[in-house]
């Protein structure tokens, strides 16, 4: 469900990462075949939904996005938490990427209860950037398996920034995906980071915008 105008509810904070029956939230930052660059601010007050802007222009993908992607909520990739499979690469400093692949027509700032397919491990510029897929639990694909839309994200997301004039991204794991077992496992510890950050365990060295 969209967040009510004029709301001041934080997607990153007050949504909880786990629903029921197994499930987890997810809140969609870019809806399917858009190129608008779309993040939750982790910087701002209510972390709101905005236009992702580099070198002071507005951000836009080069080609549109084949699915919906956006975050799971309360979770965080910390930048001091190596991953030894990643070449020891920190987290991005952002909640955990989720790429949703089912029918559906999905909105920029809905919530949606989905299930983990698995996850890529994609490597941006030194730092680990997780991108789990998942499935709404009410999709009529949800009970299929879809080895070729796998192979497709990670086409996307490695070559996405080459009509930029920058190199192709890597993945850890060989460049294969790994299963629902090891991206719930990641998921969780991304949800522990995210609550040693928000209960002052870990410093806020970043500056992010805790409640």
Known sequence: MPRSP?????????VPLYADNGLLNFVVEIPKNTTAKFETN?????NPIKQDIMDGRLRYYPYNIHWKYGMHPQTWEDPKHL????DNAGGDNDPIDVV???NATLVTGG????KPLGAY???DQG?????VIVISDDDPKAALEFPGELADILVWFRDYKIPHGKPANTFAYASKPVDKEIALAVIQQTHELYNKLKSGQRENDEKLALP
């Open 6 to 14: 004029g709301s001041n509810i934080s997607f990153w904070h007050d």
């Open 42 to 46: 982790t910087r701002e007050n209510d």
């Open 83 to 86: 991953t030894p499979e990643a």
């Open 100 to 102: 949703e692949i089912g």
């Open 111 to 114: 919530i949606y209860k989905v």
């Open 121 to 123: 491990a994609l490597i």
């Open 127 to 131: 730092e680990v950037d997780w991108k």
